[in-house]
């Protein structure tokens, strides 16, 4: 595999709800190849981060930069390039494990679905159980599954929001593996506070909020 080279950066990046502070103003620059773990209290805009740099959620203040080869990459087209693994993500329980990825592959326009839905499955373990319905997945096969879906079309950006959720061992091995098999090739983004994830990563980004998204 091989991605275009992608720095990614925030300039004093802020967001409030209201007199919520979800993420406290925070300034980096990071850039592939690579892995960056992204740490701090519960409640202090990990997961917002990551919807900021995505395009998913407007700042407050500050400002984005995603760039891909050196071109600049408008928030409404930073989906394309990145594959989010998070635990909000929730899938079609009727349908198979094989059914709803081959969904998104086509909302992607990949150009062999079926071939990039096995070669996902396999990723994570899951091939065996492609064509079981969702429904009876437990937590951490759902879990596997999230992961799945976030690297089904090959993105120059990975990002793995509390990934070791309700894995076990196994699982966790999968999470290491995905980590650092892409960031040879391109960029991933760690939220995370377990010690073993932060491990998979050469460079972090602190953020020092309140916690539990406290008034300013």
């Given amino acids: 595999m091989s991605a275009p080279p992608l720095r990614l950066?925030?300039?004093d990046l802020t967001h409030r709800y209201g007199a919520r502070v979800a993420l406290q103003a925070v300034t980096f620059d990071v850039a592939s190849p690579g892995a960056v773990a992204v740490t701090g209290p519960n409640?202090?805009?990990k997961s917002t981060l990551l919807r900021i740099l995505i395009g998913l959620l407007r700042p407050t203040k500050g400002a984005t930069r995603f760039e891909l080869s050196g071109a600049a990459v408008?928030?409404?087209?930073?989906?394309?390039?990145?594959?989010l693994a998070t635990?909000?993500?929730s899938f079609y329980e009727e349908?198979?494990?094989?059914?709803?990825?081959?969904?998104?592959?086509?909302?992607?326009?990949?150009p062999d679905p079926r071939g990039a839905v096995r070669e996902a499955l396999d990723a994570v373990g899951l091939a065996p159980r492609a064509d079981d319905r969702v429904?009876?997945?437990s937590s951490g096969m759902k879990q596997r599954l999230r992961l799945a879906f976030a690297?089904?079309?090959?993105?120059?950006l990975l990002m793995l929001d509390e990934p070791g959720s309700h894995l076990d061992d196994a699982g966790r091995d999968v999470v290491a593996s995905l980590a650092r098999r892409w960031s040879e090739r391109g960029l991933v983004l760690i939220a995370t506070n377990d010690p073993q994830e932060m491990q998979?990563?050469?460079?972090?980004?602190?953020?020092?909020g309140r916690g539990l998204g406290g008034p300013a």
């Fill in 9 to 11: 950066a925030g300039d």
């Fill in 43 to 45: 409640g202090s805009g």
């Fill in 74 to 83: 408008e928030p409404r087209r930073r989906r394309v390039h990145t594959g």
């Fill in 87 to 89: 635990p909000e993500l």
């Fill in 95 to 110: 349908f198979s494990a094989a059914e709803n990825l081959a969904f998104a592959a086509e909302t992607h326009g990949l």
């Fill in 135 to 137: 429904g009876e997945f």
């Fill in 151 to 156: 690297v089904l079309h090959k993105p120059a």
């Fill in 200 to 208: 998979l990563a050469e460079r972090r980004i602190e953020l020092r």
